[in-house]
Nanobody, 126 residues
Framework: QVQLVESGGGLVQAGGSLRLSCAAS????????MGWFRQAPGKEREFVAV????????AYADFVKDRFTISRDNAKNTVYLQMNSLKPEDTAVYYC???????????????????WGQGTQVTVSS
């Protein structure tokens, strides 16, 4: 099973940017679709973005299109989430996740994901 550690969260003003990183170990990273999810206080965890194992296919939640960019560096076993034009409603704990099996289709369906990081807090002030 893949182990995941997120970093890069913090406090930022509205309109600002952050880049989250997720370092993976314990598996063949280049074989795994990777996803980012978030959970705001009092809300259910929701899909943010997903990238296929090769990086050739990407999908985003509608609410982050044109503001967030997911990418990966398979040589560094790391997936990134570049977040621009942040809004207060983006405040949440952000999690990266890997599916149970390699070569899983790049879906945002949470039930496909079996390995989760501990999360990193992103707070956007107005």
């Amino acid at each position: 099973q893949v182990q995941l550690v997120e970093s890069g969260g913090g406090l930022v003003q509205a309109g600002g940017s952050l880049r989250l990183s997720c370092a993976a170990s314990g598996g063949t990273f280049s074989s795994y679709t990777m996803g980012w999810f978030r959970q705001a206080p009092g809300k259910e965890r929701e899909f943010v973005a997903v990238i296929s194992w090769s990086g050739g296919a990407i999908a985003y939640a509608d609410f982050v299109k044109d503001r967030f960019t997911i990418s990966r560096d398979n040589a560094k076993n790391t997936v990134y989430l570049q977040m621009n034009s942040l809004k207060p409603e983006d405040t949440a704990v952000y999690y990266c996740a890997a599916p149970v099996a390699p070569y899983t289709y790049w879906s945002g369906r949470q039930s496909l994901f079996g390995s989760w990081g501990q999360g990193t807090q992103v707070t956007v002030s107005s």
